[in-house]
T-cell receptor, first 116, second 113 residues
Framework: AQKVIQVWSTASRQEGEELTLDCSYE???????LFWYKHLLSGEMVFLIR??????AKERSGRYSVVFQKSLKSISLVISALQPDDSGKYFC?????????????FGSGTRLLVSP | EAAVTQSPRSKVAVTGGKVTLSCHQT?????MYWYRQDTGHGLRLIHY???????EKGDIPDGYKASRPSQENFSLILELASLSQTAVYFC????????????FGHGTKLSVL
């Protein structure tokens, strides 16, 4: 069973709009972290933002912010003032500690297209 | 910025042949990972390592071996490549500390014919 689920495989918006990308996860750990990455057309994977399970702060990095609903095991990435360069594939990832060290598990990604 | 270098960038292999994908990082990171990316599946963890000379199985290790001969190098080995192993492979590294992000290589596109 998938541990990190991104329901929407694609999304499209107009420039200037705001978008929320949803992600749900499964874990039995008390301490874990959640990440959002963007996969560029060049092949590069770019780190966007991180949320620690122990943090109640609303994480924000530039135009990126997250909505973390710990009790629902849900984390959403909000991108404001969308630009065409925001087009790409966005991945949600779960870090958790396992017996053999910590593992990072990814969702299947959501491909975003932003039109001018 | 952390540097993770994968080689080759792309490769065409024949079914049943041996394929070795290499990954090199220059930032003294303890953890290294191999993921494969397929349409509809996102990134799936194949093998990972948190110390030299030791590797751990990820979520889809079957058909793959890994080798971590040094802190800087982490290889993924397909002893008998199969059509189903056609994918893009990503190597990543991270620090030991628990909340550190992954640094990715640019990926290797492998086509098995």
């Amino acid at each position: 069973a998938q541990k990190v689920i991104q329901v929407w495989s694609t999304a499209s918006r107009q420039e200037g709009e705001e978008l929320t990308l949803d992600c749900s996860y499964e874990t039995s750990q008390v301490l874990y972290h959640l990440f959002w990455y963007k996969h560029l057309l060049s092949g590069e994977m770019v780190f966007l933002i991180r949320q620690m399970s122990s943090s109640t702060a609303k994480e924000r990095s530039g135009r990126y912010s997250v909505v973390f609903q710990k009790s629902l095991k849900s984390i959403s990435l909000v991108i404001s003032a969308l630009q065409p360069d925001d087009s790409g594939k966005y991945f949600c990832a779960l870090w958790e500690l396992q017996t053999g060290g910590y593992k990072v598990v990814f969702g299947s990604g959501t491909r975003l297209l932003v039109s001018p | 910025e952390a540097a993770v270098t994968q080689s080759p960038r792309s490769k065409v292999a024949v079914t049943g042949g041996k394929v070795t994908l290499s990954c090199h990082q220059t930032n003294n990171h303890d953890y290294m990972y191999w993921y494969r990316q397929d349409t509809g599946h996102g990134l799936r963890l194949i093998h990972y390592s948190y110390v030299a000379d030791s590797t751990e199985k990820g979520d889809i290790p079957d058909g793959y071996k890994a080798s971590r001969p040094s802190q800087e190098n982490f290889s993924l080995i397909l002893e008998l490549a199969s059509l189903s192993q056609t994918a893009v492979y990503f190597c990543a590294s991270s620090e030991r500390s628990s909340n550190e992000r992954l640094f990715f290589g640019h990926g290797t596109k492998l086509s098995v014919l």
